[in-house]
């Protein structure tokens, strides 16, 4: 096939035959400042044994990385590349990608602009992992149904992320006929938040929603107790703390990603475990990168389309449960999910 008739078949996502190779790319973050991040990309693609050879590049997190491993791959004749935590690395690496007609499912990217720019760009990304606006998304669709029928408020600490869930929340409020009884920028990190909780009182609110952290949110929830104010605290994944960090009260709500090794397959556990390695960060969401790019090389093979359009089109099995994409590549469910905390832990919620 002429290489500019394969390239304009991959522009539009259509039917050009099959896989280019047999061969997976991963591209990690192998040395610098982000090492440990990639280490749990390495461990986790080639844990996966998915048959099909995996070749590893270090993009260190650069620009100048992202376009060496590209063009690594591309001598090396890769069908899928994998991967990416940084924009910078994978910025550099899509232009060279797509001219040699081999797609991406990028792992660790946030960026809105990597999808929202598909049209423009004719990049072939997918991403297997959550958009910037996923958790704010989520929270405002998951509280908007939860909190219907109930009295809430919405505060924030000032931060761009703070406010932008926030607003995000009310946004989405309105939207449904649902107005908040109170809306507040409160001043963060401050012994006691006494006056803000007098204020959610006076307002009548029995629910807040908190664009903040873990410490605020449970000086918040410390200070409703003392003043014997009933009060239901719901937040983003900010709440998720470590040993030692301030406590929650029970009943408070998160909407965050879940811990992959809680819900994975636990055969995908295992391998990783076995190669000496915790399945943690973003080990088992490179080993359901791996699956679906070894699925669509051998789906494509099978049908004659190319491994782009297969991926587009597909709907993969993989350790942490079925992935399909949009039209803009993204994931077409959020991952994002109800957490509520009880006896020193967030334990899942059913979504409404």
Not at 269 to 275: H, L, N, Q, S
């Amino acid at each position: 096939m002429p290489y500019k008739t394969a390239l304009a078949c991959l522009f539009a996502l259509l039917s050009c035959g099959g896989a280019i190779a047999d061969g997976i790319g991963l591209s990690a973050p192998l040395s610098g400042p982000s090492t440990i991040l990639g280490a749990q990309m390495r461990d986790g693609a080639l844990a996966a044994e998915a048959g099909i050879p995996v070749s590893l590049g270090d993009d260190a997190c650069t620009k100048e990385g992202g376009a060496a491993v590209a063009n690594q791959f591309v001598d090396a004749k890769v069908s899928v590349a994998v991967g990416y935590l940084c924009t910078e690395a994978i910025e550099a690496a899509l232009p060279i990608l797509k001219a040699a007609g081999i797609p991406v499912v990028a792992v660790g990217v946030r960026a809105d602009s990597l999808t929202d720019r598909r049209d423009k760009t004719g990049w072939p990304v997918f991403r297997a992992g959550p958009r910037a606006d996923a958790e704010r998304n989520a929270a405002a669709a998951i509280l908007t149904k939860l909190w219907r029928d109930d009295l809430f408020a919405i505060v924030d600490d000032g931060t761009i992320y703070g406010r932008e869930m926030a607003e995000t929340f009310r946004a989405a409020a309105e939207l449904v006929a649902l107005k908040p009884v109170f809306v507040d920028t409160y001043r963060p990190e401050m012994d006691n938040q006494i006056a803000l909780v007098g204020r959610l009182r006076k307002a009548g609110a029995t629910r807040v929603f908190v664009g903040g952290d873990l410490g605020d949110a449970a000086i918040m929830g410390r200070d409703a107790a003392k003043l014997g104010v009933p009060l239901t605290i719901a937040g983003g994944e900010t709440l998720r703390g470590a040993p030692g960090d301030p406590t929650l009260p029970d009943g408070t709500l998160m909407i965050a990603l879940p811990e992959w090794a809680d819900v994975a397959d636990k055969s995908a556990v295992e391998a990783i475990r076995a190669r000496g390695a915790e399945p943690e960060g973003y080990a088992l969401p490179a080993y359901a990168a791996v699956q679906i790019a070894a699925a669509a090389i051998r789906q494509a093979a099978d049908t004659g389309k190319s491994v782009a359009q297969t991926i587009a089109e597909g709907t993969f099995a993989t350790a942490l449960g079925e992935i399909r994409f949009d039209a803009k590549g993204d994931l077409a469910q959020n991952p994002y999910r109800l957490f509520r905390f009880a006896d020193g832990a967030f334990h899942p919620e059913a979504t409404p």
